[in-house]
């Protein structure tokens, strides 16, 4: 069984790895919207943020598809993969701050979609990345929470697109 499982992967990471990002990232951003209904969870800005990440991710994924040069699209995955990494590290820097420190962030005082109609999309984001009370919730926790969750993610694909890359 292992080995079935494990002859998938390879396969999968060397015919389909830029289908696999595309469908895994998309699945992501709609399983994250699913359990804000479901549960009644409010994301964060650095929340939304990440999933735009993820979308971004996918767009990568799939002009890699759809563009001969596949070293285009691996490099596009990886550096979404980057900034991915640095907005979860974000989120969970801010979350293991103390409450001392976490009084004295105001980025997050307001939704993203907000921030962009005030302040345009380069000072909302500048703004939801310095972070604030709200980005520091836990929420939802399954080993590990939300922003732990999509900076592995974003780890596995920075890795994958390097392996892709180096071949």
């Known amino acids: 069984m292992f080995k079935k499982v494990l002859s998938l992967v390879k396969n999968i990471f ?7 990002v595309a469908i895994s990232s998309s699945s992501i951003i709609v399983i994250a919207i699913a359990m804000d209904k479901i549960m009644f969870l409010q994301a964060c800005p650095l929340c ?28 596009l995955i990886a550096i979404s993969s980057i ?32 921030q962009v109609d005030y302040f345009g999309i380069i000072n909302a984001i500048s703004r939801t990345i310095a972070g604030g009370p709200s980005c520091a919730e836990d929420g939802w926790r399954f080993i590990l929470n939300f922003a732990e969750w999509g900076l592995l993610f974003f780890i596995i694909y920075l890795i994958s697109s390097i392996l892709r890359l180096s071949k």
């Open 83 to 114: 900034l991915g990494i640095l907005v979860t590290s974000r989120q969970i820097y801010i979350q293991n701050m103390s409450v001392d420190e976490l009084s004295q962030l105001t980025g997050c005082s307001m939704p993203f979609h907000t």
């Open 48 to 75: 939304i943020l990440t999933r735009y990440v993820f979308a971004l991710l996918a767009i990568s994924a799939l002009i890699g598809i759809l563009v001969e040069q596949k070293i285009i699209g691996r490099l």
């Open 14 to 20: 060397h015919n389909r790895f830029e289908e696999a």
